[in-house]
């Protein structure tokens, strides 16, 4: 036995080791409702969507799979992501570690209300609206993996969250150089997003281009390689800078499905941004996408 006596074998842990993977061998009948739901989603997709009509036919978020938004510093990828957030059907976390809970609330607010300057009456009466629906986690500056970890499956298990949004990698205790961590921390999240049942987003940051005009793609995002290779989504989130001479139909901001495993469409789509209700609005001449109204929410909440 090469040197190892029956002594040195931790019979236990290999018991309880064969144990659980037993538990993961099924039959492939098993698993045929989902897998038929998963070729006929072409014709009927499943999953919430991203808020503009344009792109419901195209993409969608499952349940059990991981998301990254990228984008270079300053360019909305954040702000694009609270904006999906605020019309997702199934409830969200978010735990934005670079922004104080009430800073990310007050934005939300400001996308549902459609208003730089609701009355605080109105802001009130939205936000509780919220209930349920939108969950803050109160964090800011790096935390520890395994807090993270723990919020993910007590969201999932206690509370019934079906997104997590994680605002952003580098609030991971993660180096900047050290790409065996990152790759072993998006590992775990998308192991957890499997396993939980939940949809999870994570935020990370770009190399930013030469030209602002260009839109990047999923090699210019910073860190290791298996970041988006681990991924099962790849959301490309890019402004450019407008100068007074610009051309007001030409788009301010583009969204680009940069990977896509399990569905067929890749590609881009334009948008302007609506400065006042901090959304990103579809047509150049369009107000903000109003969110649902009160009378509706309340016949949502029964």
């Known amino acids: 036995m090469n040197g190892i006596t029956l002594e040195d074998i931790d019979f ?95 934005r939300i607010i400001r996308q549902a ?19 349920g629906k939108i969950w803050l986690y109160n964090q800011v500056g790096n935390v520890q993996q395994r807090a993270l970890f723990g919020m993910i499956r007590y969201c999932s298990r ?64 910073k860190g290791a390689g298996e970041i988006t290779d681990l991924a099962d989504n790849v959301i490309i989130v890019a402004r450019r800078t407008m100068n007074l001479e610009d051309n007001i139909e030409e788009p301010t901001g583009f969204i680009r499905i940069a990977k896509h495993r399990h569905g067929d469409y890749e590609g881009t789509w334009g948008f302007w941004f609506h400065e006042p209700s901090q959304q990103w609005v579809s047509a150049p001449d369009r107000g903000c996408l109003p969110w649902p109204s009160l009378e509706a929410q309340e016949m949502l909440s029964g």
């Open 113 to 131: 209300c459609g208003n730089e300057y609701p009355t605080r009456d109105y802001a009130e009466r939205i936000t509780k609206k919220f209930y």
């Open 158 to 221: 206690e509370l019934g969250i079906k997104h997590i949004m994680i605002d952003s990698l580098v609030k991971c205790g993660l180096g900047v150089d050290d790409y065996n961590s990152q790759k072993q921390f998006v590992d775990r999240l998308t192991s957890l997003a499997k396993d939980e049942g939940v949809h999870i987003h994570l935020v990370v940051h770009m190399r930013k281009l030469a030209n602002e005009s260009d839109v990047p793609d999923k090699h210019s995002i």
């Open 12 to 106: 236990e842990r290999y018991l309880e080791e064969t144990e659980e993977i037993a538990q993961k061998v099924q039959q492939a009948t098993e698993f045929f409702d989902a897998a038929y739901d998963r070729i006929s989603e072409n014709s009927n997709p499943t999953g919430d969507t991203l808020p503009w009509p344009k792109t419901w036919d195209k993409f969608r978020f499952r349940d059990g799979e991981l998301t990254i938004w990228a984008g270079v510093n300053g360019n909305g990828k954040s702000l694009v992501m609270g904006q999906a957030a605020l019309f997702f059907n199934k409830p969200c976390v978010i735990a934005s570690m670079e922004m104080l809970p009430e800073a990310t609330l007050a």
